[in-house]
């Protein structure tokens, strides 16, 4: 992740935002204790329950994700006159949720329960029937009106699809939504895509997005612009497990790389991703930034055990971690981070020199450099390239010295060493989006600028502070 982002990131504050969820609730129980011997009536194991747990799932996921980030929340949804309904209402208004459930007489709250062991899952028992079909119109005509009331207030509206009856009609909502100036974010289920037409994310998983669009993997971005200028949806996002998302308009795809974590349990990420997406759409955020933010959301949430909300110091802390490494690289793994780095739609800047005893002019330029985009490569002459273009006696800090001090720098990501007197090859390698040189050249005298321009890429040239270069410094030790 960027530095600027990561500082525009760790300043969120989502206390202002008020996000509506419409969605399918359940809930989620979980039954744990020890599974010491296997059953003699069958081959599976015995477990001794000593604990009992619900949380809210589905829709309800949702909504607890966004009061647990720090914002307002009212969930909409069906649920039935029962146990399950009180637990999640209780469980949720404690938390802060406007909860306005609309009851359904004879039909049960969808639940799901887990049987865990040793912090395993060893069954899942789903309790669920279909909604009736009586009274189906009247039914989704009470929702359509309680969201349009709801929508008078809220920043965002979150559409959460598990296909259990509650969107029966989604273009309904949306066009509800569209009315007020409400932009919609979806997570789909079964449904053809055209039914969240005009929404502003449309967020499947792959095997949903395989379903709907026909395509495999390697194809799913040119379906996903395809399908976002033929439904006039602004972003389909599709979350691809622990090979990350990618993000797609109508012209431009991008491959955010997921964040590596150990995965113990992928329940409820989806929904977090949701509600994360949801909230940088509310705060105005670039589509860019808030995918990458719920991309992080979502590997702290596979780390977690069952059905858990991310909460907002957790947020802040991931974002601390680097996703990418920094430091002196060889060219191979250096060329892998540029194009990770490129994927998640970051700047690329590559500048190079013999930087010999490091001074303050070397660190000003290369913090003006740093500031052009978000990744610094620094190419250093490596010592015999030194020797050819400054004489003998140079470098007179060896390539090992200079490389580790420039790579401790703040405003240097990468450092990478090359033996010959000027970086092309490297340049043709890296493929920067901005070379930089500090001088008084021109642009078309800069080294390898005709290889940067002609991949897309520009050059810049910075004054250097004068009176500072190695040069100077040692001919005044020469001189004292």
């Not at 971005?221 to 389909?236: Q, T, V």
Request: glycine share 8%; net charge negative; proline share 5%.
């Amino acid at each position: 992740m960027a530095k600027d982002q990561k500082d525009v990131f760790q300043h969120l504050n989502f206390s202002d935002q008020h996000i509506l969820v419409v969605g399918d609730l359940m809930l989620d129980q979980y039954w744990a204790g020890s599974a010491e011997r296997v059953s003699p009536e069958a081959p599976v194991p015995v477990v001794k329950v000593s604990d009992k747990d619900y949380r809210p799932g589905g829709a309800a996921n949702v909504a607890l994700n966004v009061v647990s980030l720090g914002a307002r929340c009212t969930l909409i949804g069906f649920v039935g006159e029962d146990q399950a309904a009180r637990q999640l209402n209780e469980v949720l208004s404690a938390a802060g949720v406007s909860c306005q459930f609309l009851e359904i007489k004879d039909w049960p709250t969808p639940l799901k329960l887990r049987v865990m062991a040793q912090n395993q899952q060893l069954v899942r028992l789903d309790f669920e029937e279909e909604i009736p079909i009586n009274g189906e119109s009247e039914r989704l005509a009470k929702l359509l009106n309680k969201v349009e009331k709801n929508l008078q207030d809220a920043d965002v509206l979150i559409l959460e699809d598990y296909d259990k009856g509650v969107l029966q009609e989604p273009s309904a909502l949306i066009a509800a939504a569209i009315k007020k100036d409400v932009p919609v974010v979806v997570d789909p289920k079964s449904k053809p895509l055209s039914e969240y037409r005009n929404a502003n994310i449309l967020k499947p998983n792959e095997k949903e997005f395989r379903d709907f669009s026909g395509s495999e993997k390697p194809d799913f971005p040119k379906a996903a612009r395809m399908l976002c200028e033929e439904l006039n949806i602004k972003n389909i996002v599709v979350t691809l497990g622990e090979d990350g998302m990618s993000l797609n308009d109508s012209k431009n795809s991008y491959h955010i790389p997921a964040r590596p974590v150990d995965v113990f349990d992928v329940t409820g990420a989806g929904d977090t991703a949701a509600a994360v997406m949801g909230l940088g759409l509310a705060m105005g955020m670039r589509v860019q930034d808030f995918v990458q933010l719920a991309n992080v959301a979502s590997s702290l949430v596979i780390g977690k055990l069952g059905t858990a909300p991310i909460s907002g110091p957790e947020l802040k802390a991931g974002l601390m971690r680097e996703p990418l490494g920094r430091g002196v690289l060889e060219i191979g793994d250096l060329i892998g981070m540029v194009q990770e780095a490129k994927d998640m739609g970051d700047t690329i800047v590559f500048t190079n020199g013999c930087f010999d005893i490091l001074h303050a002019g070397h660190v000003t330029y290369l913090e003006e450099a740093a500031k052009l985009g978000d990744r610094l490569i620094v190419a250093l002459n490596k010592d015999s390239s030194v020797t050819r273009l400054k004489g003998v006696g140079r470098p007179i800090v060896k390539y090992d010295a200079r490389a580790l001090v420039v790579s401790g720098l703040e405003s240097v990501d990468w450092v990478v060493g090359f033996d010959e007197d000027t970086p092309e090859w490297l340049l043709e390698k890296i493929q920067p989006d901005i070379l930089v040189k500090g001088g008084d050249y021109r642009e078309d005298e800069v080294v390898g600028a005709e290889i940067v321009r002609s991949s897309g890429g520009s050059v810049r040239v910075l004054s250097l502070v004068e009176m500072l270069s190695t040069s100077n410094i040692v001919d005044r030790i020469k001189d004292s």
